[in-house]
T-cell receptor, first 113, second 112 residues
Framework: GENVEQHPSTLSVQEGDSAVIKCTYS??????FPWYKQELGKGPQLIID?????GEKKDQRIAVTLNKTAKHFSLHITETQPEDSAVYFC????????????FGAGTQVVVTP | NAGVTQTPKFQVLKTGQSMTLQCAQD?????MSWYRQDPGMGLRLIHY???????DQGEVPNGYNVSRSTTEDFPLRLLSAAPSQTSVYFC???????????FGPGTRLTVT
């Protein structure tokens, strides 16, 4: 089955700096890669996703890149703000798996003013 | 729309007790799933359903039962709670495979 590894487990950045979280996956048939943000006491919320026919996707200060050959994808947050502090999860799934997501272990991001 | 709702928010059980975690969605989504979240392990899929009357096992199904009699509701049953089931449980729904999954607020369960 799919195995997703996520690094780092914790990330501290100064406000205004960039943050990068990296994930690798094992199943070459995976073709959907979402990123979720989880604030304390809440459920995960999708912030951006990418499919295997796209190499990069941006949404304001957030971007995701995908390298299918190397089987890794990354989340980039630019101009970080205190409200970006949260736990971020990457995930992967196959198109034939009825949406079963395999999650990474999560990255605790702390943005200090 | 309320989205995905879960009850209760918190629950404490003694070993061997049974209970049902409730999940409901008002978005007419066909796909619903249950995850558990443990420290350092991300979210792991327990059971999922692709429509009313259809359920299947995920990665960690042992000790849990599900049923899906309506599109809206997807309850998770613990038949005989064990301390290893202490976790935060999330229900999620989506309108199709590979589409955005919407998560509920979670149920924090402690088994003593």
């Amino acid at each position: 089955g799919e195995n997703v590894e996520q690094h780092p487990s914790t990330l501290s950045v100064q406000e205004g700096d960039s943050a990068v979280i990296k994930c690798t996956y094992s199943d070459s048939a995976s073709n959907y890669f979402p990123w979720y943000k989880q604030e304390l006491g809440k459920g995960p919320q999708l912030i951006i996703d990418i499919r295997s026919n796209v190499g990069e996707k941006k949404d304001q200060r957030i971007a995701v890149t995908l390298n299918k050959t190397a089987k890794h994808f990354s989340l980039h947050i630019t101009e970080t703000q205190p409200e970006d502090s949260a736990v971020y999860f990457c995930a992967a799934s196959r198109g034939d798996s009825w949406g079963k997501l395999q999650f990474g272990a999560g990255t605790q991001v702390v943005v200090t003013p | 729309n309320a989205g995905v709702t879960q009850t209760p928010k918190f629950q404490v059980l003694k070993t061997g007790q049974s209970m049902t975690l409730q999940c409901a969605q008002d978005m007419n989504h066909e796909y619903m799933s249950w995850y558990r979240q443990d420290p350092g392990m991300g979210l792991r899929l327990i059971h999922y359903s692709v429509g009313a009357g259809i359920t299947d096992q995920g990665e960690v199904p042992n000790g849990y039962n599900v049923s899906r009699s309506t599109t809206e509701d997807f309850p998770l049953r613990l038949l005989s709670a064990a301390p290893s089931q202490t976790s935060v449980y999330f229900c999620a729904s989506s309108y199709a495979t590979g589409a955005q999954q919407y998560f509920g607020p979670g149920t924090r369960l402690t088994v003593t």
